[in-house]
């Protein structure tokens, strides 16, 4: 017996405020939503779940507000980048960069350190520009989805797009040739 | 993504897979956060009503007549006396707790 879809799962909320259908739709969203959140907020994992919890909150009282045109994740996603900008308004919080120091350079692989840079030169970039990055590559979404994400144009995303990958591709100059060749 | 037309370093890079992150009791926390769920509008609505009605039969029928509702009103505004203001104020007290108790009751969340 296959799993219910998400239209199945909403139709159930929609109809009795069915938590444990909801219940499945947290389940399901709750890794890449916890993940996309994790990357906007720069690693800081307590703030980033107390978001994903926020978000999906809302999205449970405003479930009527679905209309079905998109899908569920891109609603959620909408919802939860909203949440992130409140958040840092509220907060204006600047999160700086994490720092390597050298020793830990010299005594870890090279793919953790590269995955430190990534996330480093990520952390620098304008939260638009980071989360249209993170949503076209991690989250496979279209710049249709994105802008809708973003409640921006279309061309703007892919504005955000251009501008961030030149800003990464300056930052991580050192790892060109060593990505290249493995 | 399938967006750009050629993929670079920076596009694989981009594009690793995310790891999975375990729920360990998040969802079973955003359930209970959830809260509970008003009432329907639609019985809120008939619960105004019928405590509005209420209102309307001790203030018409129950009360001595219906004049006496008008009667205290104009009492209240003509002010002849301290002493004769405490029953129709006291009667319009009572008719506007009612309604404000139907309105109270009415948004209460169950």
């Not at chain 1, 590559?137 to 802008?147: G, P, R, V, W």
């Not at chain 2, 129950?62 to 129709?88: C, D, H, K, N």
Request: hydrophobic residues 45%; aromatic residues 10%.
């Amino acid at each position: 017996m296959s799993d219910p879809t998400d239209a199945e799962l909403i139709a159930q909320v929609l109809q009795d405020g069915n938590k444990d259908a909801f219940g499945g739709l947290v389940f399901r969203y709750q890794s890449p939503l916890r993940w996309l959140l994790r990357k906007l907020t720069c690693g800081d994992v307590a703030l980033a779940d107390d978001l994903a919890q926020d978000t999906f909150v809302r999205a449970f009282l405003h479930i009527k507000d679905f209309r079905g045109d998109a899908r569920f994740s891109t609603w959620l996603y909408r919802i939860a980048y909203n949440a992130f900008l409140g958040e840092k308004r509220k907060n204006r919080k600047h999160v700086a960069p994490r720092t390597v120091e050298n020793d830990f350079r010299e005594s870890n692989p090279p793919n953790t350190l590269l995955q430190m840079d990534l996330e480093k030169a990520l952390s620098s970039l304008h939260e638009a520009e980071r989360a249209a990055l993170l949503l076209a590559y991690s989250k496979d979404c279209s710049h249709q989805e994105i802008a809708r994400v973003l409640d921006c144009p279309v061309g703007t995303v892919k504005t955000h797009i251009l501008r961030g990958k030149e800003k990464l591709r300056s930052q991580l100059r050192g790892w060109e040739g060593k990505v290249e060749h493995g | 993504m399938g967006n750009l037309p050629h993929r670079d370093w920076l596009d694989e890079l981009l594009a690793q897979p995310e790891p999975e992150i375990e729920d360990s009791g998040f969802s079973s926390r955003v359930l209970k956060a959830i809260p509970k769920r008003r009432s329907p509008f639609r019985m809120r609505l008939w619960i105004l009503l019928i405590c509005t009605l209420v209102a309307c039969v001790i203030s018409f029928w129950i009360l001595p007549s219906g004049e006496y509702l008008w009667t205290s009103v104009s009492e209240v505004f003509v002010f002849e006396s301290w002493i004769g203001i405490g029953v129709p104020v006291t009667s319009l007290l009572v008719v506007v707790m009612i309604v404000f108790g139907a309105c109270a009751f009415a948004v209460y969340e169950s």
